[in-house]
Every structure is written in structure tokens, then in C-alpha cells.
T-cell receptor
């Protein structure tokens, strides 16, 4: 099936640092979504992107839909302990009404 | 609270036993999905139902069956459980189209 390459796989950062993660694919997507999963819970939507080049913020989080439609990134500024979790990118392929494809996730740990 | 409800939250089975995971949503969503989550593998789609009365295979359907009982409910059945089916299972739903999924809290299944 289609694959999204999400990196990094894990990150250990100091509280207050900025974080950047990204997803890339060889396929073109018409929607990019970013989810966060906390321990014992299901993923929760953070940001949805629908247009190439779109830059959207949600508090300290900023995500962009790549111009080529083949990538997206998520930045977290001034990290805090509650940012800990697994972050997933997900995309919907350009062709047809198909289910989302998910990246394998970035596990974020924040050291106070 | 409105959302996606999964039962049971935890289950232990012996190899060869059968069981059904239940999922219900009260958001009037058209589409419903079952994913499994394994360490390092991200979220993999098992089956989905784009609308009431239809079901389709996802990336990893072998060993599973589904039933879209009505618009609200979508169940996942394991007819003869195997240790390889030990995983955390997530149900999700959306209106369709842009695929902005809402996830349940997950069902942790262990097969001995």
C-alpha cells in the first residue's frame, strides 16, 4: 500500500526547545492531517491542511502543506511537558475518495 | 460526551477463541473504520465502511470480519484469534470526503 515516511521516529528534547517533524511520500496528496496520541488514548486531530502551500497554526503548533503536495511538516514551539506523546501525519491521496494513509509516528519526549 | 465509543477496553483471549469488538458513534458520521496499532507500525487499516451498507478491505484484513449494523455501529469480529492479532484496536468515524477522523479510546486485545 501507499507509504508515508515520517521522521524522526523519536525525539528527546529539553522543555522550551522547538520541535520539527515531517512526512514525505512519493505520491501526491490532497489532504494532510496531523494527530497527537497520548498514552492510553486514541489519536486526536491537531491540524488539517487542504491546499498546497497552506500554513496553519493551532496555538504553539504550526503545520504546512508542501508545495509539491508530497510532504508536510509540523513544528512545535517552546515545548512543554504536556507535549509528550506520539504525533502522526496522515494524508488522503489525490485520486478518489480513499481512506487516510498514516505515517508510523514520531514519539516525543520532553525533559523538564 | 459525543464521540466514538469502543467496547471492551481490555480483553484477553486464548488462541482459537472468537470475539467481537463493538464501536458506536453518535456524530451522524457516514464512514467508519477499524485500525490496529502495533509498536513501530503506526496505524494500519483493517476494514472500513464508507457508508451504511458497504464495507471494504483495508491494508490488513486477514483474520477479521466486520459488520456495519446501522449508521451508528460498526463491529469487528475475530473468528479464531491468533497471537499475531495481539494489538490495540481503534475505531474511527468521519463524515467522508476530507476524512477528518474522530477516534475512539481503543481496545487492547491480548491473545495467548
Amino acid at each position: 500500500g501507499q507509504q508515508l515516511n515520517q521522521s524522526p521516529q523519536s525525539m528527546f528534547i529539553q522543555e522550551g526547545e522547538d520541535v520539527s517533524m515531517n512526512c514525505t511520500s512519493s505520491s501526491i496528496f490532497n489532504t494532510w492531517l496531523w494527530y497527537k496520541q497520548e498514552p492510553g488514548e486514541g489519536p486526536v486531530l491537531l491540524i488539517a491542511l487542504y491546499k498546497a502551500g497552506e500554513l496553519t497554526s493551532n496555538g504553539r503548533l504550526t503545520a504546512q502543506f508542501g508545495i509539491t503536495r508530497k510532504d508536510s511538516f509540523l513544528n512545535i514551539s517552546a515545548s512543554i511537558p504536556s507535549d509528550v506523546g506520539i504525533y502522526f501525519c496522515a494524508g488522503q491521496l489525490l485520486s478518489g475518495n480513499t481512506p487516510l494513509v498514516f505515517g508510523k509516528g514520531t514519539r516525543l519526549s520532553v525533559i523538564a | 460526551n459525543a464521540g466514538v465509543t469502543q467496547t471492551p477496553k481490555f480483553q484477553v483471549l486464548k488462541t482459537g477463541q472468537s470475539m467481537t469488538l463493538q464501536c458506536a458513534q453518535d456524530m451522524n458520521h457516514n464512514s467508519m473504520y477499524w485500525y490496529r496499532q502495533d509498536p513501530g507500525m503506526g496505524l494500519r487499516l483493517i476494514y472500513y465502511s464508507a457508508s451504511e451498507g458497504t464495507t471494504d478491505k483495508g491494508e490488513v484484513p486477514n483474520g477479521y470480519n466486520v459488520s456495519r449494523l446501522n449508521k451508528r455501529e460498526f463491529s469487528l469480529r475475530l473468528e479464531s484469534a491468533a497471537p499475531s492479532q495481539t494489538s490495540v484496536y481503534f475505531c474511527a468515524s468521519c463524515f467522508g470526503g476530507a476524512n477528518v477522523l474522530t477516534f475512539g479510546a481503543g481496545s487492547r486485545l491480548t491473545v495467548l
